[in-house]
């Protein structure tokens, strides 16, 4: 049976239809509504829930993060490495700009997914002479399209078309190419992220100039005391200077926040002790992973890239948004919260927000004692808003007891609660 929620601060509520049920149809009414605020319901008979419990969402969450935690994750040696890069491009038919995009790709979505945009927009790319880099090249020009501002250096350029195209493609953009002398000695004041893109699989030996007074730079970096007070840095595969199975053996390179590894992780990456790694470069077919045996945990819906390993807590004080939309002044709302319900949710539809009918459902037993739920929105018209329930929930038995309640409609992204 649906609820009600009655568009008159004095309406009492009328059932969609009579209760098949021994419940009473019960009458429920909140207080008249603020101007700007939707704070009254109505309620009939329940039917049926529609969103698991709380408790039974989290615990398939939890579930999922630790098998993937748990699952043992391949690492692969150089030599697998480039052995499945030839493959990729030898008799499995991909070409090196396919995979090449798909990798950058990866690695601006893993970005994007840790270091919101809203406080992290001045991203500096530093890309190496090889294919590292240009997954650098490639994840700039993505950043940009997500709305980050990206500036690439990229002081020894291959000349080769996949390289040059790459470069024309982010000079159309207008993102600015910065020369190594132009770079501040310290990062921290000038981008909000540094991204190492300058030496993947097959860097061997120790770093030539310029890239050794770069790795340096990047040193200096990581050793400032307060992370929060410095860009994080992104190594993409490998740290570069890292030896590519063995890791950080001088102890003395480059510290990553977060790095990205492509394929799958090499083994310098059990050595790696930041809090944000990733795998991206969805494009293993099951030839390869067969041949090496390759465990991966699997990506999430159409992600580009997945987690591995634990989620690091979190410092919830820390979590802040900035809102960026302009004022909502008395003015610009409509009289009749109801029509302004009704404006919002065509928008928040038209902008293609996922389920913007869910809302939060608070109800109140006769001990007082409030308990609140997401529900979904079934229906409006010009009695009220329309949910369902089973006669058996507590909402039900809260309702019945107790008419009072509350919506509430949150839209995040649109910076609008209702
Ligand atoms: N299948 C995949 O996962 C894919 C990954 N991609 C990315 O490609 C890199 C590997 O690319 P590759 O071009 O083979 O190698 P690197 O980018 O690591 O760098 C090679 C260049 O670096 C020079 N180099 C090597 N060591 C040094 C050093 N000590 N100092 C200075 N320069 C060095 C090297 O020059 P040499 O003269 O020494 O040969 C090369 O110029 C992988 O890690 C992924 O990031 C693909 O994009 C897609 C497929
Ligand atoms: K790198």
Redesign the pocket.
């Given at each position: 049976m649906p609820f009600f929620l009655s568009t008159s601060a004095t309406a009492t509520a009328t059932p969609l239809c009579p209760p098949p049920s021994p419940y009473p149809s019960p009458h429920f009414r909140l207080p008249s509504p603020p101007r700007r605020g939707l704070a009254f319901l109505a309620a009939s008979a329940p039917q049926r829930d529609l969103f698991p419990t709380p408790r039974q969402a989290m615990a398939s969450l939890a579930t999922s993060t630790a098998a993937a935690a748990a699952a043992e994750v391949t690492h692969l040696s150089q030599r697998d490495?480039?052995d499945?890069?030839e493959q990729?491009?030898g008799p499995l038919g991909?070409s090196?700009d396919q995979?090449?995009e798909?990798?950058?790709l990866s690695v601006a979505t893993a970005v994007a997914e840790v270091y919101k945009l809203s406080e992290h927009t001045r991203v500096l790319i530093i890309c190496?002479?090889?294919?590292?880099?240009?997954?650098g090249l490639?994840a700039a020009r993505h950043l940009y399209h997500f709305g980050y501002k990206p500036f690439v250096c990229y002081p020894?350029r291959?000349a080769k078309p996949l390289y040059s195209g790459l470069v024309t493609q982010l000079e159309s953009l207008a993102i600015p190419f910065v020369p190594v002398e132009d770079l501040p000695q310290d990062l921290s004041g000038q981008y909000d992220i540094v991204i190492d893109?300058?030496?993947?699989?097959?860097?061997?030996?120790?770093?030539?100039?310029p890239?050794?007074d770069l790795i340096q730079m990047l040193v200096s970096l990581s050793v400032v005391g307060d992370s929060a007070k410095r860009p994080p840095i992104v190594s993409?595969?490998?740290p570069s200077?890292w030896h590519?199975e063995e890791g950080d053996v001088s102890g003395g390179g480059i510290k990553p926040d977060m790095l990205v590894s492509?394929?799958?992780p090499?083994l310098c990456a059990k050595k790696f002790t930041g809090p944000h790694h990733f795998l991206g470069?969805r494009?293993?077919p099951p030839p390869i992973s067969s041949k090496y045996g390759l465990e991966l945990p699997p990506y999430p819906g159409t992600s580009m890239c997945v987690r591995i390993g634990k989620v690091p807590s979190v410092d919830i004080s820390s979590l802040r948004e900035n809102y960026i939309s302009p004022e909502l002044l008395e003015n610009q709302v409509m009289p009749n919260p109801f029509d302004q319900f009704r404006t919002w949710f065509d928008e928040a539809v038209t902008a293609g927000l996922r389920e913007p009918n869910a809302m939060a459902l608070t109800t109140v037993n006769k001990a007082g004692k409030p308990s609140s739920r997401m529900v979904l929105l079934k229906g409006v018209d010009k009695q009220g808003f329309v949910w369902y329930t089973n006669y058996g929930s507590q909402k039900a038995h809260d309702l019945s007891e107790n008419s009072n309640a509350a919506l509430l409609f949150y839209w995040n992204e649109m910076n609008r609660q209702l």
């Open positions: 490495a480039a499945i890069d990729l491009m991909f090196v995979l090449m798909l990798a950058g190496g002479p090889g294919n590292n880099g240009g997954d490639v020894k291959t893109a300058m030496f993947g699989f097959s860097f061997h030996g120790t770093p030539r100039p890239f050794d993409v595969d490998i200077g590519v492509l394929t799958a090499k470069g494009f293993v």
